[in-house]
């Protein structure tokens, strides 16, 4: 069964950086594309950007582009999330998903989240 | 960007109840047009995709429908597990946007 593992989670203050991680089990990572989707506490979903399987065009919300970068490894089956200049509306779970594969970018499958504090 | 808007925006409906949340899109999408449940410290969990199509182990009380700026999730007689919250979200161009949510409580 599909599984995705995110961990990199934790408290960083405002202007920090932090690396987020999603181990993926259960399909042929290699051949879809992923995304990061973020919830802010008791606030609604944000798609926050997505990658394909071959990392040939990435997209990013506007609310993160030139701070956040995805990547992934598919020789280890992870997905990453680089992201720089952290500000307080980035505390959120941050949550990575498995595309459909169609080109039809739904989320097919989610992690369980790891949660970004930004606060000094 | 496409803008999503969900009503109402909570509802209060009982076991076996008929329920039906409305989605609109800022623009036409065809299509493209999913729907997630989410409960409480939980992560969502896909519907329906492609507007009507149901997910594989989605009880077929779930249905969606519409096209262009127009969609419907229908819950044909609600379940207590069925409380939470839902989202549709467009998937026509990004950034790939979601409704506000519609939670479903109970009453």
């Known amino acids: 069964q599909v599984q995705l593992v995110e961990s990199g989670g934790g408290v960083v203050q405002p202007g920090g950086s932090l690396r987020l991680s999603c181990a993926a089990s259960g399909f042929t990572f290699s051949n879809y594309g992923m995304h990061w989707v973020r919830q802010a506490p008791d606030k609604g979903l944000e798609w926050v950007t997505f990658i394909p399987y071959d990392e040939s065009n990435k997209y990013y919300a506007d609310s993160v582009k030139g701070r956040f970068t995805i990547s992934r490894d598919n020789s280890k089956n992870t997905l990453f999330l680089q992201m720089n200049s952290l500000r307080a509306e980035d505390t959120a779970v941050y949550y990575c998903?498995?595309?459909?594969?169609?080109?039809?970018?739904?989320?097919?499958?989610w992690g369980q989240g790891t949660l970004v504090t930004v606060s000094s | 960007d496409i803008q999503m808007t969900q009503s109402p925006s909570s509802l209060s409906a009982s076991v076996g109840d008929r329920v039906t949340i409305t989605c609109r899109a800022s623009q036409s999408i065809s299509s493209y047009l999913n729907w997630y449940q989410q409960k409480p410290g939980k992560a969502p969990n896909l519907l329906i995709y492609t507007a009507s199509s149901l997910q594989s182990g989605v009880p077929s009380r779930f249905s969606g429908s519409g096209s262009g700026t127009d969609f419907t999730l229908t819950i044909s007689s609600l379940q207590p597990e069925d409380f939470a919250t839902y989202y549709c979200q467009q998937s026509y161009s990004t950034p790939f946007t979601f409704g506000p949510g519609t939670k479903v409580d109970i009453k």
């Open positions: 998903a498995k595309d459909s594969g169609k080109t039809q970018y739904y989320f097919e499958y």
